[in-house]
């Protein structure tokens, strides 16, 4: 497949090609200092059709556009059969877009992904995802001047003009707030509601138990999944794919960093707090040899991190729009915050919010979140 001014459109085939579709942003972000280099065996994971078990649900196709021999850009095309049952069998996805700023490039790369997608009856495509809703996903469309936090995505300025150029009209806007966490984390009001709320003796809050690490993350996705399950574009996460979430971030994990809030002997509510990884792999390149392991075990044990990120969180679907369902989320943030400010962090960053998510959105704002970056979910029809 090829596009404008002698750019070739090349499927991924083998491990070569998987390579080059992982090197393709080393060369854009080049001269972008606020870029952070994904770590190379965990794409390769990622994007490892047997290891990855978003492929028990899903199938995709990765691409490389070169010109000249040397790779100038990067796409994917897939189609989620979690996402199909809730949003229709015509809908498929597209990411992991990065791209030189040339059209012709972009022009090569959006035709080959959505000829895929039409080829197997897909009439709107949403992106990008990096492959769902739940990995990174969104381009950033506010805050390039700040480098991105662990598991959220970076851009550059002229993706958008590019996206939106071939079609692509907006969805969804998410948005990430940032706290300060050295001090007080709530307002007077919400302090007053969680220490009432507190105080009764059907609700205690508690860590996470790692002893029994699957029972807690049953509990998790429980919740999770019923939490989130009315928000535009949910998709509930599989126990496989909670399994190697937890797989991959247990050794940063640490028991005051989950917190679970129970009512009446009942789990209602929790949070999960992550060490900012990407402050620790800033300066790795993407390569953990010789001594990049070395490197990151000192930083994240040494307590060298400053920054985290409150990725996950969630209340019962039935106590939403209550004042018991408020207190609940402002006593996992409080708690987490608390056991963040003591392990010496100084900031979080609690992400992603749909921006219509009006009741979150005004209890994050009156509890100092500043809204600071913004990623944009486009769509179109074929």
């Not at 700040?146 to 590019?162: E, K, M």
């Amino acid at each position: 497949m090829t596009g404008g001014n002698r750019v070739t459109v090349e499927p991924v085939r083998d491990k070569r090609d998987l390579g080059r579709f992982i090197a393709v942003p080393f060369d854009i972000y080049r001269d972008d200092p606020n870029w952070v280099a994904p770590l190379n065996f965990e794409r390769r994971q990622h994007l490892d059709r047997k290891r990855n078990p978003y492929f028990q649900h899903a199938e995709a196709e990765l691409f490389v556009a070169v010109r000249d021999g040397r790779p100038v850009g990067r796409i994917s095309a897939q189609i989620d059969r979690l996402d199909q049952e809730r949003q229709g069998a015509d809908l498929g996805h597209f990411g992991f877009i990065e791209a030189i700023d040339d059209p012709a490039v972009f022009d090569a790369l959006f035709g080959a992904a959505e000829g895929w997608l039409k080829a197997r009856g897909i009439g709107r495509v949403r992106g990008p995802f990096n492959f769902s809703i739940n990995d990174e996903c969104g381009l950033l469309i506010e805050g390039f001047d700040t480098p991105p936090v662990f598991l959220t995505g970076h851009a550059r300025r002229w993706y958008a003009d590019h996206v939106e150029a071939r079609g692509y009209a907006k969805a969804r806007d998410m948005i990430a707030y940032r706290f300060d966490i050295r001090g007080e984390p709530l307002p007077a009001v919400a302090r007053r509601l969680v220490d009432r709320t507190r105080s009764s003796p059907n609700i205690t809050v508690r860590p996470l138990r790692m002893k029994a690490f699957d029972e807690e993350l049953r509990i998790i996705i429980g919740i999770f999944n019923d939490a989130w399950s009315g928000n535009w574009g949910f998709v509930p996460f599989t126990q496989a794919e909670m399994d190697r979430v937890a797989a991959d971030l247990k050794m940063v994990l640490r028991p005051e960093f989950g917190q679970i809030v129970e009512m009446n002997g009942e789990p209602v509510a929790f949070g999960i707090l992550l060490p900012n990884m990407n402050e620790a792999m800033a300066d790795l390149n993407g390569s953990l040899l010789p001594f990049g392991w070395a490197k990151l075990a000192w930083r994240l044990l040494g307590g060298r991190i400053r920054s985290c990120r409150l990725p996950l969180m969630g209340v019962r679907s039935h106590l939403h729009s209550t004042a018991i369902g408020a207190a609940l989320a402002f006593m996992v943030i409080d708690r987490i915050y608390a056991a963040a400010a003591q392990r010496g962090f100084r900031e979080a960053e609690l992400s992603w919010i749909l921006e219509d998510n009006l009741p979150m959105r005004r209890m994050i704002e009156s509890a100092g979140g500043m809204p600071y970056k913004a990623w944009r979910i486009y769509e179109k029809t074929l």
